[in-house]
């Protein structure tokens, strides 16, 4: 299917999601951002996640197109779960402890009911202390 042909039955998934356009968008662009502002690969899973949740988001890491160079944001907002995976380059450039503190800001954010706001509060401080690639 393209772009502007209609899907006969179901409307495509993404209008169903948690997000308007508007908040897509603004998703869209903080990862845009992260990317080219890092030369790491930024993505946002937001989605159930199967136990043991933490096994499943690093699958899902695994079978980005450069893993080594991707941090992968998977968020479960009715689990209530967040996990942050970090490639073995993208973690020397963002530790566990910088992936944490981004984890309660964004965590904070999402108990205000901001699923959004917080995904996109959360790529800006890692693509921030990530830096310059």
Not at 60 to 69: G, I, M, S, T
């Amino acid at each position: 299917m393209t772009v502007g042909e209609k899907q006969a039955g179901n409307p495509p998934e993404v209008l169903d999601g948690p997000f308007s356009t508007r908040q897509l968008l603004r998703i869209d662009e903080a990862l845009r951002l992260a990317d080219q502002g890092t030369g790491l690969v930024f993505s946002v899973f937001v989605g159930g996640l199967d136990e043991p949740i933490r096994e499943h988001a690093e699958r899902l890491h695994r079978q980005l197109a450069e893993p080594d160079l991707s941090v992968l944001i998977a968020v479960s907002p009715n689990q209530r779960q967040l996990e942050i995976v970090t490639g073995r380059q993208a973690r020397k450039r963002i530790p566990d402890t910088y992936a944490r503190l981004a984890a309660l800001s964004m965590v904070a954010a999402f108990g205000g009911g901001d699923l959004a706001g917080g995904i996109i509060n959360g790529l800006d401080q890692l693509a921030s202390h990530a830096g310059k690639g």
